[in-house]
């Protein structure tokens, strides 16, 4: 499964207690929702434990989890939200990605938020 930063945004709104991110995540199916969330674990964006893996068969059982629990977002998970919660922002941030074909890491995001953020004061 390949890695979706619109998903990872929404887990950490809806985290957050943002609300009206429900619909948007009802598009993805559990096994997306769980795989995103062990990502942000391991990111070290969220704490909680270890995911469970259910070992119900099929080529994926143990690549995504059956289970992921998130007691809370970390300092470093708000610091990267902060970044991309603002949906304008994020359609920019997405657009110059996209338009300079370039990946989604989490570094380069960070980098063009900044860019963004600088042409919207106009230096």
Same mark, same amino acid.
Request: charged share 25%; with cysteine; hydrophobic share 35%.
């Given at each position: 499964?390949?890695?979706?930063?619109?998903?990872?945004?929404? $887990? $950490? $709104?809806?985290?957050?207690?943002?609300?009206?991110?429900?619909?948007?995540?009802?598009?993805?199916?559990?096994?997306?929702r769980n795989f995103h969330?062990?990502?942000?674990?391991?990111?070290?964006?969220?704490?909680?434990?270890?995911?469970?893996?259910?070992?119900?068969?099929?080529?994926?059982?143990?690549?995504?989890?059956?289970?992921?629990?998130?007691?809370?977002?970390? /300092?470093?998970?708000?610091?990267?939200?902060?970044?991309?919660?603002?949906?304008?922002? /994020?359609?920019?941030?997405?657009?110059?990605?996209?338009?300079?074909? $370039?990946?989604?890491?989490i570094d380069t995001i960070?980098?063009?938020?900044?860019?963004?953020?600088?042409?919207?004061?106009?230096?």
């Amino acid at each position: 499964m390949k890695r979706d930063m619109d998903l990872i945004r929404l $887990l $950490l $709104l809806e985290l957050e207690g943002e609300s009206d991110v429900k619909e948007s995540l009802s598009k993805y199916s559990d096994d997306q929702r769980n795989f995103h969330k062990a990502l942000l674990l391991e990111a070290g964006f969220v704490i909680g434990p270890s995911p469970v893996y259910s070992g119900r068969g099929g080529k994926d059982c143990d690549k995504i989890p059956a289970r992921v629990h998130i007691h809370r977002i970390t /300092w470093q998970g708000y610091e990267f939200l902060e970044k991309i919660c603002n949906e304008t922002i /994020w359609a920019q941030i997405k657009q110059t990605i996209i338009e300079k074909g $370039l990946s989604f890491p989490i570094d380069t995001i960070s980098y063009v938020y900044t860019v963004v953020v600088k042409s919207l004061f106009g230096q």
